[in-house]
């Protein structure tokens, strides 16, 4: 129930903002902006894991999500250089990282195996909601082939991430 509706909330977090829920396309710079902002978020949930998670399955999760995402927005961050493109915050983003903070500062008043449980059911939640987003929303819309190219990438590696949370949700229950 809990992983449904943290999905739930993080896809109609990513795909209502005005500008995607009009059908009008993200631009290239709005996009970039969303896929980072993503990455941060996702780096700062595995940052509190790290202080908080009680089980070496989960610490080792968060390590992998901390070093993927860090690897993942160190490229964008050289790809918007590179291309002379300024990210664009906007209401997806925005969004996403209300929602976040919220579901921080929820998992903060966790401890122990409940919250060992609580992040890994989120993180799953997240990934699905970030995947759809980048298979119906972002890629479709990318301009630039390179940065398509980069989402691309960053779908197979968080694809895997999805794989690999739900395999920790499994073994925590």
Do not use: C, W
């Given at each position: 129930?809990?992983v449904?509706?943290?999905?739930?909330?993080?896809?109609?977090?990513?795909?209502?903002?005005?500008?995607?829920?009009?059908?009008?396309?993200p631009?290239?710079?709005?996009?970039?902006?969303?896929?980072?902002?993503?990455?941060?978020?996702?780096?700062?949930?595995?940052?509190?894991?790290?202080?908080?998670?009680?089980?070496?399955?989960?610490?080792?999760?968060?390590?992998?999500?901390?070093?993927?995402?860090?690897?993942?927005?160190?490229?964008?961050?050289?790809?918007?250089?590179?291309?002379?493109?300024?990210?664009?915050?906007?209401?997806?983003?925005?969004?996403?990282?209300?929602?976040a903070?919220?579901?921080?500062?929820?998992?903060?008043?966790l401890?122990?195996?409940?919250?060992?449980?609580?992040?890994?059911?989120?993180?799953?939640?997240?990934?699905?909601?970030?995947?759809?987003?980048?298979?119906?929303?972002?890629?479709?819309?990318?301009?630039?082939?390179?940065?398509?190219?980069?989402?691309?990438?960053?779908?197979?590696?968080?694809?895997?991430?999805?794989?690999?949370?739900?395999?920790v949700?499994?073994?925590?229950?």
């Open positions: 129930m809990f449904r509706l943290s999905a739930a909330i993080a896809a109609i977090a990513l795909l209502s903002s005005p500008a995607l829920a009009q059908g009008a396309k631009t290239d710079p709005q996009i970039a902006h969303i896929a980072y902002t993503a990455g941060v978020l996702d780096i700062n949930a595995a940052n509190q894991a790290m202080k908080k998670a009680k089980s070496k399955d989960v610490k080792a999760f968060a390590e992998d999500m901390l070093r993927d995402h860090e690897a993942v927005n160190k490229q964008a961050l050289a790809l918007v250089k590179k291309l002379n493109v300024t990210p664009e915050d906007n209401d997806t983003s925005r969004a996403l990282s209300k929602q903070s919220d579901k921080l500062a929820e998992l903060d008043k401890d122990g195996a409940a919250f060992d449980k609580a992040y890994v059911a989120n993180e799953v939640a997240y990934h699905k909601a970030v995947n759809g987003a980048l298979e119906t929303q972002l890629i479709p819309s990318a301009s630039n082939g390179e940065l398509k190219s980069l989402l691309q990438t960053g779908l197979k590696i968080f694809q895997g991430h999805q794989q690999h949370a739900e395999h949700a499994a073994m925590l229950k």
